[in-house]
């Protein structure tokens, strides 16, 4: 945890007393010098900014050492500090009070817990607590909630189907809380309603709504504090067993993309990548011209970090053409999306930075920001099975106001694992809500060019920001073929440069041969494309014929594009069918991968990608395999959902 401490006369500035109340505590109180200092903690979530100097209200900088900005768009300070300023304590004191007086008069909450709303506002640890005589304990807010709902939001998750069935009404709320937990459409972290507003919203008594609540307390499906209201949590039993389905498993053969073992396609069937087999012929060609220009370029050293220029203004050209006039000193060239993600993630935040994602979401993604110690804060999507948009833009600008993340990651193209499409209006709220958070855009177009209907693709979600504010990553591997490895930033020339420094930390520059490849097929994309989602669009139709057929109880999204289903099982046991799949000869990637917090244990992605015969007789095995799954539950989820 870095400190910092400030010069006695800046806690009398009003920024600085509100500073404090976005997250920056009182952490102890020592003899520094000869007076009695403060140390003051900054939130976990500062990043990282070495060289700038701290501007703290009204005195200039005070210190080089301290990498401290203040943000307009969270009224709070960020940065990190290395090493410390100093405060008086009574000031220190007189602030923290005035802070905590100013909260208490508007939540009507006592002293001690309106020092944890502050910080439970801004979703950051407490590490100190204060009251009239100074400095208590080191207290953490674990029950703090990430986001806060509001009944409307809540309403909104849970449906509102009448509460009927053959228990009590307050079982029936209780039970439909748990499964909006599970299939990943409540965060887990969220703060609930108050009972009251609840009882509003679904018109239902205030008791009912009581004794739900007191049935999922009972449960450990929510976490009540005073002063905090009560907080959505995954039970014991139930992180025992799909949590550890998260992350993948240790295996003892070679490691597939989603950590189990690769399937020798001829033994069996694959559902784990999400990736046509197969180069198509234009590829072919591609080849060929590239291998004819490859000379021209065997005289020079062979690096390009930025990518060859050729390359870059192919990419240029392909989003001016899609209504987004760029330039090539936009693009900086990757060996893939999954590398354009992961050095955006490197530079553009720091460890404990929150990133929220879409729950479900890209599971390597997922991995990425727990590889760098970034926390994944998830933002559920709705199971829509009839085309329709699962964003919520509405709790998602909430989620982006309350949690103020650092990187917002998200797949408006043909969403993986869903297919979705993310409309133009919504893509125009969805930048508005990131900048008045102060929240920086990663939008992964992966599958931007394989939409079955691509006359209607919006315009990409760069076009209604500016570049220092959305980053688009883009890939070729849906598009053309997954062995290019050629994948693209797009973002302003400043900060492609500055990522473009740092990418030699961990790879100096991308094949030459294959951006020649690339090149050309940018050159001339349209019969490549029509390919590939002539194939696609008709593997997707295929498999849903498949379903209807032999799975009719299952219920699988209608994708708009890209390349995979995401489809609700009846039973929620999808961890248990992917450690069978390999028995009957398949693999799967079960619904927890997709999530940060375990649950989506209902639902399972199934990829159009092999052939429809393979498809039609991969949801044979599964229908086989399920009564086995199902059976096999493990005691913690079922005892839940019994
Ligand atoms: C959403 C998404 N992003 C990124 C990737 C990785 O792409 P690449 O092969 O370009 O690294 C994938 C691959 O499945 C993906 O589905």
Redesign the pocket.
């Known amino acids: 945890m870095p400190y910092i401490t400030t010069p006695t006369s800046n806690w009398e500035n009003r920024r600085a007393r509100r500073s404090t109340g976005t997250g920056i505590t009182i952490r102890e109180s020592r003899p520094v010098t000869r007076r009695r200092t403060c140390v003051i903690a900054l939130p976990r979530s500062c990043r990282a900014a070495g060289s700038q100097p701290v501007h703290w209200p009204g005195s200039g900088p005070v210190d080089g050492s301290v990498g401290c900005r203040w943000s307009p768009a969270r009224q709070g300070w960020t940065g990190t500090a290395v090493s410390p300023l100093r405060v008086s304590d009574r000031t220190g004191v007189a602030a923290q009070k005035r802070c905590c007086n100013g909260d208490q008069d508007e939540q009507g909450e006592d002293q001690q817990e309106c020092h944890g709303s502050i910080l439970g506002c801004t979703g950051l640890d407490n590490n100190g607590h204060f009251s009239q005589t100074g400095i208590m304990s080191v207290q953490q807010t674990h029950s703090t909630p990430s986001i806060r709902l509001s009944a409307t939001s809540l309403v909104r998750r849970l449906g509102t189907e009448p509460l009927d069935g053959p228990g009590p009404a307050y079982r029936a709320l209780a039970y439909r809380i748990r499964s909006a937990v599970l299939d990943g459409r409540l965060a887990v972290d969220s703060g609930l309603p108050s009972e009251r507003e609840l009882a509003s919203g679904l018109s239902l008594s205030r008791t009912t709504v009581a004794a739900a609540y007191t049935l999922l307390r009972e449960d450990g499906w929510i976490d009540s504090r005073r002063g905090s209201g009560s907080t959505l949590r995954l039970p014991a039993a139930a992180t025992g067993s799909s949590r550890d389905l998260v992350r993948p498993q240790p295996v003892t053969g070679p490691a597939g993309i989603f950590g189990y073992p690769h399937l020798d396609p001829e033994e069996g069937i694959d559902l784990t ?3 046509l087999p197969g180069a198509e012929e234009p590829v072919l060609r591609a080849l060929e011209a590239a291998t004819a220009q490859l000379p021209r370029y065997l005289a020079s050293d062979g690096y390009s970090p930025l990518g060859l220029p050729v390359l870059r203004a192919a990419i240029a050209a392909r989003y001016t053409a899609a209504g987004l006039p760029t330039t090539a000193d936009q693009i900086l060239v990757t060996n ?4 354009a ?1 992961s050095l955006c993630l490197q530079e553009l935040s720091a460890p404990g930075d929150r990133v929220l994602m879409e729950c479900p979401t ?1 599971p ?2 997922l991995d990425a920001v727990r590889a760098a110690r970034r926390s994944p804060a998830p933002f559920g999507l709705e199971h829509r099975t009839d085309g329709g948009s699962p964003w919520d833009m509405e709790l998602l600008a909430t989620t982006l106001r309350q949690t103020a993340p650092r990187l917002a990651y998200l ?1 408006p193209d043909f969403h ?1 694992p869903t297919g979705a499409l993310m409309s133009e209006a919504d893509r125009r709220q969805l930048v508005a809500a990131a900048r008045a958070a102060g929240t920086v855009l990663l939008i ?1 177009e ?2 931007r060019e394989v939409g079955f209907a691509a006359t209607d693709l919006p315009l990409p979600v760069a076009a209604f920001g500016d570049d220092s504010r959305v980053i688009s990553l883009g ?1 070729v ?1 849906k598009a053309f073929w ?1 062995g290019l490895r050629v ?1 693209w930033v797009r973002a302003a020339p400043a900060l492609i440069d500055r990522l473009a420094a740092a990418r030699s930390r961990g790879d100096m520059s991308g094949p030459v041969l294959e951006q020649l490849i690339v090149a050309e097929l940018l050159a001339a994309p349209d019969e490549a494309l029509a390919r590939q989602r002539e194939r696609l669009a008709h593997r997707s139709a295929e498999l849903l014929a498949a379903i209807a057929d032999l799975a009719p109880d299952w219920r699988p999204t209608t994708p708009h594009g890209g390349a995979t289903l995401w489809v609700q099982l009846p039973q929620p046991c999808s961890g248990e069918l992917a450690l069978l799949a390999p028995t009957v000869g398949l693999r799967l990637a079960p619904g927890p991968r997709f999530g940060p917090d375990g649950t989506l244990e209902s639902f399972l992605r199934i990829p159009f990608t092999q052939s429809p015969e393979r498809l039609r007789e991969a949801v044979r095995r599964i229908v086989d395999l399920l009564p086995q799954a199902g059976n096999a539950r493990r005691v913690g989820v079922s005892g839940f959902l019994a």
Do not use: E, K, L, R
């Open positions: 990548t999400a990736c893939g999306a999954q590398h993600f890209y390597v993604a797949i993986n992964d992966s599958f890939s591997s997954g994948g």
